[in-house]
Protein backbone atom coordinates (compact mmCIF):
# COMPACT_ATOMS: atom_id res chain seq x y z
CA UNK A 1 0.00 0.00 0.00
CA UNK A 2 3.01 2.18 1.37
CA UNK A 3 4.22 1.49 -1.90
CA UNK A 4 1.48 2.45 -4.33
CA UNK A 5 1.11 5.79 -2.18
CA UNK A 6 4.79 6.78 -2.57
CA UNK A 7 4.13 6.18 -6.78
CA UNK A 8 0.58 8.66 -6.43
CA UNK A 9 2.67 10.84 -4.96
CA UNK A 10 5.68 11.03 -7.47
CA UNK A 11 2.75 10.73 -10.27
CA UNK A 12 1.23 13.97 -9.09
CA UNK A 13 4.27 16.10 -8.36
CA UNK A 14 5.18 14.39 -12.27
CA UNK A 15 1.89 16.16 -13.51
CA UNK A 16 2.29 19.44 -11.76
CA UNK A 17 5.58 19.83 -12.97
CA UNK A 18 4.40 19.66 -16.64
CA UNK A 19 1.98 22.21 -16.14
CA UNK A 20 2.19 23.68 -19.30
CA UNK A 21 1.18 20.85 -21.41
CA UNK A 22 -0.97 19.43 -18.92
CA UNK A 23 -2.92 22.81 -18.98
CA UNK A 24 -3.80 22.24 -22.67
CA UNK A 25 -4.61 19.07 -22.21
CA UNK A 26 -7.05 19.15 -19.58
CA UNK A 27 -8.85 22.41 -21.10
CA UNK A 28 -9.29 20.67 -24.50
CA UNK A 29 -10.37 17.28 -22.59
CA UNK A 30 -12.95 19.05 -20.27
CA UNK A 31 -14.28 20.81 -23.18
CA UNK A 32 -14.61 17.56 -24.91
CA UNK A 33 -16.01 15.90 -21.96
CA UNK A 34 -18.37 18.78 -21.28
CA UNK A 35 -20.06 18.83 -24.56
CA UNK A 36 -20.83 14.51 -24.50
CA UNK A 37 -22.25 15.18 -20.82
CA UNK A 38 -24.35 17.88 -21.93
CA UNK A 39 -26.04 15.93 -24.50
CA UNK A 40 -26.53 13.34 -22.16
CA UNK A 41 -27.51 15.07 -19.74
CA UNK A 42 -30.07 17.27 -21.25
CA UNK A 43 -31.67 13.98 -23.34
CA UNK A 44 -32.03 12.45 -20.18
CA UNK A 45 -33.39 15.44 -18.23
CA UNK A 46 -35.59 15.76 -21.14
CA UNK A 47 -37.16 12.37 -21.23
CA UNK A 48 -37.22 12.44 -17.27
CA UNK A 49 -39.50 15.36 -17.71
CA UNK A 50 -41.43 13.64 -20.79
CA UNK A 51 -42.07 10.68 -18.60
CA UNK A 52 -43.02 12.60 -15.38
CA UNK A 53 -45.77 15.03 -17.32
CA UNK A 54 -47.20 11.89 -18.96
CA UNK A 55 -47.45 9.98 -16.19
CA UNK A 56 -50.62 12.04 -14.81
CA UNK A 57 -51.85 11.96 -18.39
CA UNK A 58 -54.63 9.94 -19.60
CA UNK A 59 -54.12 6.30 -21.30
CA UNK A 60 -56.28 7.37 -24.31
CA UNK A 61 -56.31 10.89 -25.72
CA UNK A 62 -59.40 11.00 -28.72
CA UNK A 63 -58.32 13.92 -31.30
CA UNK A 64 -60.55 14.48 -34.06
CA UNK A 65 -59.10 14.91 -38.00
CA UNK A 66 -60.05 16.57 -40.88
CA UNK A 67 -58.00 16.15 -43.83
CA UNK A 68 -55.08 14.78 -42.14
CA UNK A 69 -55.02 18.10 -39.03
CA UNK A 70 -56.31 18.09 -35.61
CA UNK A 71 -59.16 19.46 -35.71
CA UNK A 72 -62.23 19.91 -33.06
CA UNK A 73 -64.23 17.73 -31.84
CA UNK A 74 -68.09 17.67 -31.05
CA UNK A 75 -68.89 17.00 -27.76
CA UNK A 76 -71.46 14.44 -29.43
CA UNK A 77 -68.73 11.82 -29.66
CA UNK A 78 -68.16 11.75 -25.78
CA UNK A 79 -71.47 9.23 -25.27
CA UNK A 80 -70.37 7.17 -28.24
CA UNK A 81 -66.48 6.60 -26.90
CA UNK A 82 -68.19 6.31 -23.59
CA UNK A 83 -70.31 3.12 -24.91
CA UNK A 84 -67.16 1.13 -26.22
CA UNK A 85 -66.57 -1.52 -23.85
CA UNK A 86 -64.03 -0.94 -21.35
CA UNK A 87 -63.92 2.55 -21.15
CA UNK A 88 -64.66 4.41 -18.13
CA UNK A 89 -64.75 8.32 -17.44
CA UNK A 90 -64.70 10.45 -20.88
CA UNK A 91 -64.05 14.40 -20.99
CA UNK A 92 -63.81 16.82 -23.02
CA UNK A 93 -60.89 19.13 -23.15
CA UNK A 94 -60.58 22.63 -24.04
CA UNK A 95 -57.03 24.07 -24.68
CA UNK A 96 -55.37 26.06 -27.36
CA UNK A 97 -52.22 27.76 -28.36
CA UNK A 98 -51.35 31.30 -27.57
CA UNK A 99 -48.74 33.25 -29.33
CA UNK A 100 -47.91 35.96 -26.97
CA UNK A 101 -46.05 38.75 -28.93
CA UNK A 102 -45.03 40.88 -26.20
CA UNK A 103 -42.69 37.92 -24.91
CA UNK A 104 -42.30 35.83 -28.42
CA UNK A 105 -43.33 32.94 -26.26
CA UNK A 106 -45.97 29.95 -27.14
CA UNK A 107 -48.41 29.80 -24.20
CA UNK A 108 -50.84 26.59 -24.04
CA UNK A 109 -53.91 27.87 -22.57
CA UNK A 110 -55.97 24.77 -20.72
CA UNK A 111 -59.89 25.03 -19.61
CA UNK A 112 -59.97 24.19 -16.39
CA UNK A 113 -63.54 21.99 -15.50
CA UNK A 114 -65.10 22.30 -11.96
CA UNK A 115 -62.78 19.97 -9.97
CA UNK A 116 -60.58 18.96 -12.81
CA UNK A 117 -56.01 20.07 -12.22
CA UNK A 118 -55.83 17.70 -9.21
CA UNK A 119 -52.85 16.12 -10.78
CA UNK A 120 -50.80 19.94 -11.43
CA UNK A 121 -48.87 20.40 -8.56
CA UNK A 122 -49.05 23.92 -7.77
CA UNK A 123 -45.74 26.04 -6.67
CA UNK A 124 -47.73 28.68 -4.53
CA UNK A 125 -51.60 30.15 -4.65
CA UNK A 126 -54.19 28.13 -5.93
CA UNK A 127 -56.47 26.95 -9.03
CA UNK A 128 -58.37 28.99 -10.80
CA UNK A 129 -61.79 29.18 -9.26
CA UNK A 130 -64.12 31.62 -10.62
CA UNK A 131 -64.26 33.31 -14.21
CA UNK A 132 -61.26 35.83 -14.85
CA UNK A 133 -58.79 34.31 -12.65
CA UNK A 134 -56.00 31.70 -13.92
CA UNK A 135 -52.82 30.00 -13.10
CA UNK A 136 -49.71 30.27 -14.91
CA UNK A 137 -46.68 28.18 -15.71
CA UNK A 138 -43.44 28.86 -14.03
CA UNK A 139 -42.23 29.60 -17.27
CA UNK A 140 -44.76 31.89 -18.21
CA UNK A 141 -44.57 33.59 -14.84
CA UNK A 142 -40.97 34.46 -15.59
CA UNK A 143 -41.77 35.28 -19.13
CA UNK A 144 -44.24 37.73 -18.12
CA UNK A 145 -42.78 38.65 -14.77
CA UNK A 146 -46.06 38.40 -13.15
CA UNK A 147 -46.77 37.07 -9.65
CA UNK A 148 -49.39 35.86 -7.67
CA UNK A 149 -52.19 38.52 -7.31
CA UNK A 150 -51.09 40.35 -10.35
CA UNK A 151 -53.34 40.96 -13.57
CA UNK A 152 -52.78 39.54 -16.77
CA UNK A 153 -53.69 40.62 -19.86
CA UNK A 154 -54.08 38.72 -23.25
CA UNK A 155 -55.00 38.84 -26.16
CA UNK A 156 -58.50 37.38 -27.12
CA UNK A 157 -59.50 35.80 -30.85
CA UNK A 158 -62.02 39.16 -31.42
CA UNK A 159 -58.50 40.78 -30.94
CA UNK A 160 -59.42 42.38 -27.60
CA UNK A 161 -57.42 42.55 -24.64
CA UNK A 162 -58.58 40.42 -21.61
CA UNK A 163 -57.23 40.54 -17.96
CA UNK A 164 -56.75 37.52 -16.00
CA UNK A 165 -55.99 37.67 -12.53
CA UNK A 166 -53.07 35.13 -11.24
CA UNK A 167 -54.48 32.70 -8.51
CA UNK A 168 -51.21 30.39 -8.79
CA UNK A 169 -48.31 29.36 -10.01
CA UNK A 170 -47.14 25.42 -10.78
CA UNK A 171 -44.17 24.08 -9.91
CA UNK A 172 -40.92 24.50 -11.62
CA UNK A 173 -40.71 19.95 -11.63
CA UNK A 174 -42.06 18.23 -14.44
CA UNK A 175 -41.76 21.54 -16.28
CA UNK A 176 -42.09 20.23 -19.61
CA UNK A 177 -45.58 20.67 -20.09
CA UNK A 178 -46.55 22.69 -17.39
CA UNK A 179 -44.23 25.30 -17.94
CA UNK A 180 -45.80 26.77 -20.70
CA UNK A 181 -48.89 26.28 -19.02
CA UNK A 182 -51.94 28.70 -18.63
CA UNK A 183 -54.80 27.50 -16.69
CA UNK A 184 -58.46 29.35 -17.19
CA UNK A 185 -61.75 28.05 -15.94
CA UNK A 186 -63.20 26.37 -19.25
CA UNK A 187 -66.00 28.76 -19.82
CA UNK A 188 -63.59 31.65 -19.72
CA UNK A 189 -61.30 29.58 -22.62
CA UNK A 190 -64.00 29.06 -24.58
CA UNK A 191 -65.12 32.30 -25.02
CA UNK A 192 -61.45 33.37 -25.22
CA UNK A 193 -60.76 31.29 -28.38
CA UNK A 194 -64.68 31.88 -29.35
CA UNK A 195 -64.82 27.96 -29.31
CA UNK A 196 -67.82 26.96 -31.36
CA UNK A 197 -70.82 25.56 -29.18
CA UNK A 198 -70.80 21.76 -29.32
CA UNK A 199 -67.01 21.17 -29.82
CA UNK A 200 -63.99 20.56 -27.70
CA UNK A 201 -60.53 20.58 -28.35
CA UNK A 202 -59.98 16.74 -27.36
CA UNK A 203 -61.17 13.70 -25.56
CA UNK A 204 -59.17 11.96 -22.13
CA UNK A 205 -60.48 8.28 -22.37
CA UNK A 206 -60.20 6.46 -19.27
CA UNK A 207 -59.76 2.95 -19.60
CA UNK A 208 -60.30 0.49 -17.13
CA UNK A 209 -57.90 -2.05 -17.99
CA UNK A 210 -54.33 -0.81 -18.62
CA UNK A 211 -53.50 -4.28 -20.82
CA UNK A 212 -56.29 -3.37 -23.62
CA UNK A 213 -56.03 0.58 -23.90
CA UNK A 214 -54.87 -0.62 -28.13
CA UNK A 215 -57.55 -3.01 -28.47
CA UNK A 216 -60.40 0.25 -26.71
CA UNK A 217 -58.25 2.71 -29.22
CA UNK A 218 -58.62 0.05 -32.37
CA UNK A 219 -62.24 -0.15 -31.35
CA UNK A 220 -63.01 3.82 -31.00
CA UNK A 221 -61.26 3.44 -34.52
CA UNK A 222 -63.61 1.78 -36.15
CA UNK A 223 -66.57 3.10 -34.36
CA UNK A 224 -65.40 6.94 -35.27
CA UNK A 225 -63.11 6.90 -38.08
CA UNK A 226 -62.55 10.38 -38.39
CA UNK A 227 -60.85 10.16 -34.96
CA UNK A 228 -57.39 9.36 -33.97
CA UNK A 229 -56.91 7.93 -30.68
CA UNK A 230 -53.82 7.83 -29.05
CA UNK A 231 -51.99 6.49 -26.76
CA UNK A 232 -49.88 7.37 -23.16
CA UNK A 233 -47.07 4.84 -24.18
CA UNK A 234 -47.40 6.53 -28.01
CA UNK A 235 -46.62 9.52 -26.68
CA UNK A 236 -44.14 8.76 -24.72
CA UNK A 237 -42.19 6.63 -27.21
CA UNK A 238 -42.35 9.63 -29.49
CA UNK A 239 -41.25 11.96 -27.42
CA UNK A 240 -38.28 8.78 -26.41
CA UNK A 241 -37.47 8.53 -29.87
CA UNK A 242 -37.47 12.49 -31.10
CA UNK A 243 -34.95 13.60 -28.21
CA UNK A 244 -33.05 9.86 -28.83
CA UNK A 245 -32.51 10.93 -32.33
CA UNK A 246 -31.82 14.71 -32.02
CA UNK A 247 -29.26 13.59 -29.49
CA UNK A 248 -27.94 11.22 -31.66
CA UNK A 249 -27.28 13.43 -34.17
CA UNK A 250 -25.62 15.40 -32.29
CA UNK A 251 -23.33 12.84 -30.18
CA UNK A 252 -22.60 11.54 -34.28
CA UNK A 253 -21.16 15.30 -34.87
CA UNK A 254 -19.36 15.00 -31.33
CA UNK A 255 -17.96 11.79 -32.04
CA UNK A 256 -16.05 13.30 -34.29
CA UNK A 257 -14.74 15.52 -31.95
CA UNK A 258 -14.20 12.69 -29.62
CA UNK A 259 -12.25 10.98 -32.46
CA UNK A 260 -9.65 13.85 -32.79
CA UNK A 261 -9.24 13.95 -29.27
CA UNK A 262 -8.47 10.07 -29.16
CA UNK A 263 -5.78 10.44 -31.79
CA UNK A 264 -4.52 13.55 -30.60
CA UNK A 265 -4.01 11.57 -27.14
CA UNK A 266 -2.86 8.58 -28.94
CA UNK A 267 -0.37 10.60 -30.73
CA UNK A 268 0.84 11.98 -27.84
CA UNK A 269 1.40 9.00 -25.84
CA UNK A 270 2.65 6.83 -29.13
CA UNK A 271 4.70 9.76 -29.87
CA UNK A 272 6.77 8.65 -26.92
CA UNK A 273 9.50 11.13 -26.93
CA UNK A 274 13.71 10.02 -26.36
CA UNK A 275 13.26 11.80 -22.99
CA UNK A 276 10.32 9.82 -21.95
CA UNK A 277 12.18 6.61 -23.00
CA UNK A 278 15.44 7.75 -21.16
CA UNK A 279 13.32 8.43 -17.90
CA UNK A 280 11.77 5.13 -18.08
CA UNK A 281 15.06 3.69 -18.77
CA UNK A 282 16.56 5.83 -15.45
CA UNK A 283 13.56 5.15 -13.46
CA UNK A 284 14.15 1.05 -14.36
CA UNK A 285 18.34 1.55 -13.79
CA UNK A 286 17.35 2.84 -10.50
CA UNK A 287 15.42 -0.42 -9.36
CA UNK A 288 11.98 0.35 -10.53
CA UNK A 289 10.29 -2.47 -11.98
CA UNK A 290 7.73 -2.45 -15.02
CA UNK A 291 4.67 -2.77 -12.96
CA UNK A 292 6.55 0.36 -10.86
CA UNK A 293 6.30 2.10 -14.35
CA UNK A 294 2.94 1.05 -15.72
CA UNK A 295 1.48 2.24 -12.31
CA UNK A 296 3.08 5.47 -12.30
CA UNK A 297 1.79 5.98 -16.23
CA UNK A 298 -1.80 4.84 -15.15
CA UNK A 299 -1.97 7.45 -12.06
CA UNK A 300 -0.65 9.78 -14.47
CA UNK A 301 -3.30 9.23 -17.19
CA UNK A 302 -6.29 8.66 -14.19
CA UNK A 303 -5.21 12.21 -12.69
CA UNK A 304 -5.29 14.10 -15.87
CA UNK A 305 -8.24 12.29 -17.26
CA UNK A 306 -10.57 12.24 -13.72
CA UNK A 307 -9.66 15.54 -12.56
CA UNK A 308 -10.54 16.44 -16.43
CA UNK A 309 -14.28 14.18 -15.96
CA UNK A 310 -14.69 15.92 -12.99
CA UNK A 311 -14.28 19.27 -14.55
CA UNK A 312 -16.64 18.11 -17.34
CA UNK A 313 -19.57 16.94 -15.72
CA UNK A 314 -19.33 20.03 -13.35
CA UNK A 315 -19.24 22.47 -16.33
CA UNK A 316 -21.84 20.08 -18.17
CA UNK A 317 -24.11 20.66 -15.22
CA UNK A 318 -23.97 23.54 -14.87
CA UNK A 319 -24.46 23.99 -18.35
CA UNK A 320 -27.94 21.88 -18.82
CA UNK A 321 -29.32 22.73 -15.64
CA UNK A 322 -28.25 26.32 -14.74
CA UNK A 323 -27.57 27.87 -17.98
CA UNK A 324 -30.60 26.37 -19.96
CA UNK A 325 -28.37 24.20 -21.88
CA UNK A 326 -27.70 27.09 -23.95
CA UNK A 327 -25.61 25.84 -26.73
CA UNK A 328 -27.66 22.08 -27.24
CA UNK A 329 -31.14 23.36 -26.67
CA UNK A 330 -31.78 24.92 -29.93
CA UNK A 331 -30.95 21.20 -31.21
CA UNK A 332 -32.47 19.29 -28.56
CA UNK A 333 -35.63 20.85 -27.72
CA UNK A 334 -36.56 21.60 -31.43
CA UNK A 335 -39.59 23.57 -31.41
CA UNK A 336 -39.71 24.10 -28.32
CA UNK A 337 -36.97 27.20 -28.15
CA UNK A 338 -40.58 29.15 -28.59
CA UNK A 339 -41.12 28.09 -25.37
CA UNK A 340 -41.06 29.94 -21.86
CA UNK A 341 -37.29 28.97 -20.68
CA UNK A 342 -37.77 25.17 -19.67
CA UNK A 343 -35.54 24.40 -16.73
CA UNK A 344 -34.67 20.71 -17.17
CA UNK A 345 -34.48 18.93 -13.65
CA UNK A 346 -31.24 17.90 -12.32
CA UNK A 347 -31.58 14.34 -12.36
CA UNK A 348 -28.17 12.00 -11.63
CA UNK A 349 -27.87 8.77 -13.21
CA UNK A 350 -25.41 6.60 -12.23
CA UNK A 351 -25.17 4.51 -15.91
CA UNK A 352 -25.23 7.75 -17.71
CA UNK A 353 -21.90 8.72 -15.60
CA UNK A 354 -19.95 5.00 -16.25
CA UNK A 355 -20.96 5.39 -20.18
CA UNK A 356 -19.07 9.15 -19.63
CA UNK A 357 -16.45 7.79 -17.92
CA UNK A 358 -16.02 4.85 -19.85
CA UNK A 359 -15.78 6.85 -23.21
CA UNK A 360 -13.29 9.16 -22.16
CA UNK A 361 -11.30 7.65 -19.39
CA UNK A 362 -10.93 4.62 -20.53
CA UNK A 363 -9.48 5.87 -24.25
CA UNK A 364 -6.90 7.95 -22.33
CA UNK A 365 -5.58 5.86 -20.33
CA UNK A 366 -5.34 3.19 -22.06
CA UNK A 367 -3.42 6.01 -24.92
CA UNK A 368 -0.76 6.76 -21.86
CA UNK A 369 -0.35 3.29 -20.42
CA UNK A 370 0.13 1.04 -23.62
CA UNK A 371 3.14 2.98 -25.25
CA UNK A 372 4.98 3.12 -21.34
CA UNK A 373 4.22 -0.97 -21.63
CA UNK A 374 6.30 -1.43 -24.57
CA UNK A 375 9.45 1.27 -23.06
CA UNK A 376 9.08 0.04 -19.48
CA UNK A 377 9.50 -3.70 -20.75
CA UNK A 378 12.39 -3.13 -22.34
CA UNK A 379 16.44 -3.05 -21.05
CA UNK A 380 16.98 0.10 -19.24
CA UNK A 381 20.00 -0.20 -20.66
CA UNK A 382 18.66 -0.19 -24.39
CA UNK A 383 16.07 2.76 -22.82
CA UNK A 384 18.28 5.20 -21.61
CA UNK A 385 20.79 5.09 -25.03
CA UNK A 386 17.72 5.41 -27.33
CA UNK B 1 38.16 -12.53 -1.01
CA UNK B 2 34.89 -14.21 -1.68
CA UNK B 3 33.85 -13.85 -5.56
CA UNK B 4 31.19 -11.59 -5.86
CA UNK B 5 30.89 -10.84 -9.48
CA UNK B 6 31.47 -14.02 -11.69
CA UNK B 7 31.07 -14.44 -15.46
CA UNK B 8 31.61 -17.35 -18.00
CA UNK B 9 31.56 -17.36 -21.62
CA UNK B 10 29.70 -14.03 -21.88
CA UNK B 11 28.54 -12.30 -25.20
CA UNK B 12 26.65 -9.92 -26.16
CA UNK B 13 25.11 -9.60 -29.62
CA UNK B 14 23.00 -6.04 -30.44
CA UNK B 15 20.60 -6.54 -33.58
CA UNK B 16 21.03 -10.22 -34.02
CA UNK B 17 20.07 -11.58 -37.23
CA UNK B 18 19.89 -7.73 -38.87
CA UNK B 19 22.27 -6.17 -41.19
CA UNK B 20 23.09 -3.78 -38.68
CA UNK B 21 24.19 -6.59 -36.25
CA UNK B 22 27.17 -5.65 -33.36
CA UNK B 23 29.09 -8.23 -31.51
CA UNK B 24 29.96 -6.15 -28.86
CA UNK B 25 30.49 -9.16 -26.06
CA UNK B 26 32.51 -12.32 -26.93
CA UNK B 27 33.52 -15.12 -24.65
CA UNK B 28 34.20 -13.03 -21.70
CA UNK B 29 34.91 -14.80 -18.41
CA UNK B 30 35.49 -12.56 -15.58
CA UNK B 31 35.79 -12.78 -11.68
CA UNK B 32 35.34 -9.65 -9.35
CA UNK B 33 35.56 -9.75 -5.32
CA UNK B 34 34.19 -8.29 -2.93
CA UNK B 35 35.88 -5.34 -2.02
CA UNK B 36 38.01 -4.83 -4.97
CA UNK B 37 37.99 -1.74 -7.08
CA UNK B 38 38.20 -2.74 -10.67
CA UNK B 39 38.64 -0.70 -13.79
CA UNK B 40 37.22 -2.23 -17.17
CA UNK B 41 39.68 0.11 -19.83
CA UNK B 42 40.02 -0.25 -23.59
CA UNK B 43 38.91 2.40 -26.46
CA UNK B 44 34.98 3.79 -27.09
CA UNK B 45 33.48 0.34 -29.13
CA UNK B 46 35.30 -1.92 -26.49
CA UNK B 47 32.37 -3.32 -24.81
CA UNK B 48 33.31 -1.57 -21.62
CA UNK B 49 29.92 -0.36 -21.17
CA UNK B 50 28.31 -3.57 -22.88
CA UNK B 51 30.04 -5.41 -20.20
CA UNK B 52 29.06 -3.22 -16.89
CA UNK B 53 25.63 -3.45 -18.48
CA UNK B 54 25.76 -6.87 -17.77
CA UNK B 55 27.56 -7.11 -14.65
CA UNK B 56 24.96 -4.45 -12.84
CA UNK B 57 22.07 -6.70 -14.75
CA UNK B 58 20.91 -4.07 -16.77
CA UNK B 59 20.67 -6.05 -20.03
CA UNK B 60 21.06 -10.09 -20.47
CA UNK B 61 24.15 -11.94 -22.09
CA UNK B 62 23.07 -13.02 -25.86
CA UNK B 63 25.04 -16.61 -24.19
CA UNK B 64 26.76 -16.82 -21.85
CA UNK B 65 26.26 -16.30 -17.47
CA UNK B 66 26.65 -14.42 -15.20
CA UNK B 67 26.52 -14.92 -11.63
CA UNK B 68 26.43 -12.30 -8.62
CA UNK B 69 26.69 -13.31 -4.97
CA UNK B 70 26.47 -17.07 -5.82
CA UNK B 71 23.04 -16.46 -7.73
CA UNK B 72 22.67 -16.83 -11.62
CA UNK B 73 21.08 -13.79 -12.65
CA UNK B 74 21.52 -14.08 -16.52
CA UNK B 75 18.23 -15.68 -17.15
CA UNK B 76 16.34 -14.34 -14.38
CA UNK B 77 12.67 -13.04 -15.30
CA UNK B 78 12.19 -9.33 -15.41
CA UNK B 79 11.15 -8.95 -11.85
CA UNK B 80 13.90 -10.79 -10.24
CA UNK B 81 16.45 -8.90 -12.12
CA UNK B 82 15.05 -5.23 -11.06
CA UNK B 83 15.05 -6.85 -7.54
CA UNK B 84 18.65 -7.44 -7.57
CA UNK B 85 19.71 -4.53 -9.16
CA UNK B 86 17.65 -2.60 -6.75
CA UNK B 87 19.28 -4.18 -3.85
CA UNK B 88 22.78 -4.51 -4.69
CA UNK B 89 23.62 -2.29 -6.95
CA UNK B 90 24.11 1.53 -7.55
CA UNK B 91 24.92 3.40 -10.78
CA UNK B 92 26.88 6.75 -11.65
CA UNK B 93 26.21 7.40 -15.54
CA UNK B 94 28.26 8.60 -17.95
CA UNK B 95 25.79 11.54 -18.89
CA UNK B 96 24.93 11.42 -15.10
CA UNK B 97 21.35 10.65 -16.10
CA UNK B 98 19.40 12.44 -13.84
CA UNK B 99 16.20 13.84 -14.58
CA UNK B 100 16.26 17.54 -15.24
CA UNK B 101 13.34 18.78 -14.34
CA UNK B 102 13.90 17.40 -10.99
CA UNK B 103 15.13 18.64 -7.91
CA UNK B 104 18.42 17.77 -6.33
CA UNK B 105 16.31 15.85 -3.73
CA UNK B 106 13.62 14.11 -6.05
CA UNK B 107 16.14 12.85 -8.19
CA UNK B 108 17.90 11.14 -4.89
CA UNK B 109 15.15 9.76 -3.75
CA UNK B 110 13.82 7.85 -6.95
CA UNK B 111 15.47 4.72 -5.71
CA UNK B 112 13.47 4.87 -2.89
CA UNK B 113 9.79 5.18 -3.94
CA UNK B 114 9.66 0.84 -4.73
CA UNK B 115 11.73 0.20 -1.63
CA UNK B 116 9.36 -0.54 1.62
CA UNK B 117 10.09 2.63 3.30
CA UNK B 118 7.90 5.47 4.38
CA UNK B 119 8.29 8.82 2.88
CA UNK B 120 9.79 10.80 5.93
CA UNK B 121 12.86 7.79 5.75
CA UNK B 122 13.71 8.24 2.65
CA UNK B 123 13.64 11.91 3.04
CA UNK B 124 15.99 11.02 6.20
CA UNK B 125 18.54 9.48 3.64
CA UNK B 126 18.63 11.55 0.64
CA UNK B 127 19.61 14.08 2.88
CA UNK B 128 21.83 12.48 4.61
CA UNK B 129 23.63 11.51 2.02
CA UNK B 130 23.46 15.10 0.71
CA UNK B 131 24.96 16.14 3.17
CA UNK B 132 27.55 14.00 3.18
CA UNK B 133 28.59 14.98 -0.39
CA UNK B 134 27.86 18.65 0.22
CA UNK B 135 25.07 19.36 -1.73
CA UNK B 136 22.44 20.30 1.10
CA UNK B 137 22.25 23.56 0.53
CA UNK B 138 21.06 22.74 -3.39
CA UNK B 139 18.75 19.94 -2.49
CA UNK B 140 15.75 21.64 -4.21
CA UNK B 141 17.35 23.29 -6.91
CA UNK B 142 16.44 21.45 -10.25
CA UNK B 143 19.74 19.95 -11.44
CA UNK B 144 19.67 21.04 -14.81
CA UNK B 145 21.17 24.57 -12.86
CA UNK B 146 24.02 22.57 -11.37
CA UNK B 147 27.80 22.62 -12.84
CA UNK B 148 28.96 19.42 -13.69
CA UNK B 149 30.79 18.45 -10.55
CA UNK B 150 27.58 18.92 -8.60
CA UNK B 151 25.43 16.87 -10.80
CA UNK B 152 28.13 14.09 -10.73
CA UNK B 153 27.77 14.15 -6.55
CA UNK B 154 23.84 14.13 -7.30
CA UNK B 155 24.35 11.08 -9.02
CA UNK B 156 26.63 9.68 -6.87
CA UNK B 157 24.09 10.27 -3.86
CA UNK B 158 21.78 8.78 -6.19
CA UNK B 159 23.51 5.72 -6.62
CA UNK B 160 24.12 4.86 -3.10
CA UNK B 161 20.52 5.63 -0.99
CA UNK B 162 19.33 2.15 -1.43
CA UNK B 163 22.90 1.27 0.61
CA UNK B 164 24.10 -1.22 -2.44
CA UNK B 165 27.34 -3.48 -2.40
CA UNK B 166 28.55 -2.79 -5.61
CA UNK B 167 28.86 0.77 -7.29
CA UNK B 168 29.13 0.58 -11.07
CA UNK B 169 30.60 3.81 -13.11
CA UNK B 170 30.54 4.26 -16.76
CA UNK B 171 32.88 6.99 -17.59
CA UNK B 172 32.36 8.49 -14.69
CA UNK B 173 35.56 11.30 -15.00
CA UNK B 174 34.52 12.07 -19.10
CA UNK B 175 32.41 15.25 -18.04
CA UNK B 176 34.67 16.47 -15.30
CA UNK B 177 37.64 18.25 -15.22
CA UNK B 178 40.58 17.03 -13.67
CA UNK B 179 39.92 18.43 -10.22
CA UNK B 180 36.28 17.56 -10.12
CA UNK B 181 37.69 14.01 -11.15
CA UNK B 182 40.21 14.19 -8.50
CA UNK B 183 37.12 14.10 -5.71
CA UNK B 184 35.07 11.80 -7.43
CA UNK B 185 38.06 9.64 -7.13
CA UNK B 186 38.08 10.27 -3.35
CA UNK B 187 34.41 9.84 -2.94
CA UNK B 188 35.08 6.44 -4.46
CA UNK B 189 37.90 5.51 -2.54
CA UNK B 190 35.74 6.55 1.03
CA UNK B 191 32.73 3.79 -0.48
CA UNK B 192 35.53 1.32 -1.18
CA UNK B 193 36.94 1.54 2.57
CA UNK B 194 33.30 1.26 3.91
CA UNK B 195 33.60 -2.23 2.07
CA UNK B 196 31.93 -1.67 -1.22
CA UNK B 197 33.08 -3.14 -4.64
CA UNK B 198 33.19 -0.73 -7.22
CA UNK B 199 33.60 -1.47 -11.06
CA UNK B 200 34.15 1.65 -13.35
CA UNK B 201 34.60 1.48 -16.92
CA UNK B 202 36.72 4.37 -18.30
CA UNK B 203 39.34 4.72 -20.87
CA UNK B 204 40.51 8.10 -18.33
CA UNK B 205 44.33 7.43 -18.12
CA UNK B 206 43.53 9.60 -14.70
CA UNK B 207 40.71 6.95 -13.49
CA UNK B 208 43.37 3.82 -13.97
CA UNK B 209 46.40 5.00 -12.62
CA UNK B 210 44.77 6.20 -9.96
CA UNK B 211 45.80 5.08 -6.72
CA UNK B 212 42.39 3.55 -5.36
CA UNK B 213 42.28 1.12 -8.50
CA UNK B 214 43.63 -2.46 -7.04
CA UNK B 215 42.89 -4.32 -10.81
CA UNK B 216 42.29 -2.94 -14.72
CA UNK B 217 40.95 -5.35 -17.27
CA UNK B 218 41.67 -4.80 -20.70
CA UNK B 219 39.01 -4.96 -23.18
CA UNK B 220 39.37 -4.65 -27.40
CA UNK B 221 36.88 -5.19 -29.66
CA UNK B 222 34.63 -7.21 -27.25
CA UNK B 223 37.02 -9.83 -25.42
CA UNK B 224 39.01 -9.73 -22.73
CA UNK B 225 42.44 -9.00 -22.93
CA UNK B 226 44.82 -10.97 -20.83
CA UNK B 227 45.65 -8.98 -16.97
CA UNK B 228 48.40 -7.04 -16.84
CA UNK B 229 51.16 -8.13 -14.89
Not at chain 1, 19 to 24: P, V
Not at chain 2, 1 to 6: D, E, G, P, Q
Not at chain 2, 29 to 43: M, Q, R, Y
Request: some cysteine; aromatic content about 8%; hydrophobic content about 45%.
Amino acid sequence: MLRHLKILEFAVAATLRHKGRNLAILVVYSLVITILASVLFLTRGLKEEAQRVLAGAPELTVQRLIAGRHDLIPTSYGSILASVPGVGRVTPRFWGYYYDSLTSCNFTLLGLSAGGGDHLELLAGRLPTGSGECALGSGVATARRTEIGDDLVLIDSHNLGVSFEVTGIFAAEAALLTNDLLLLPETDLRVFFNFPEGSATDFEVQVFNPQEVATVAAKIKQRLPDTRPITRSEILRTYDSVFSWRSGILLTVFASALLAFCILAWDKATGISAEEKREIGILKAVGWDTADVLELKVWEGLILSLTALLLGLIFAWVHVYWFDSTLLAPVLKGWSVLFPRLVVTPHVDLYQLFVITFLTVTPYVASTVIPSWRAASADPDSMMRS
Amino acid sequence: MAVLIKTEGLEKIYNAGRPDEVRALREVSLEIDAGEVVVLKGPSGSGKSTLLSLLGCMTRPTSGRVTVAGRDVSRLPERFLTEVRRETFGFIFQQFNLLRQLSVLDNVLLPLYPLPCSLREMHRRAEALLDELGLSLRQHLKVRYLSGGEQQRVAVARALVNGPQIIIADEPTAHLDSGLAGELMEILGRLNGQGKTVVIATHDRFVYEHPLVGRIVPLHDGRLEADPP
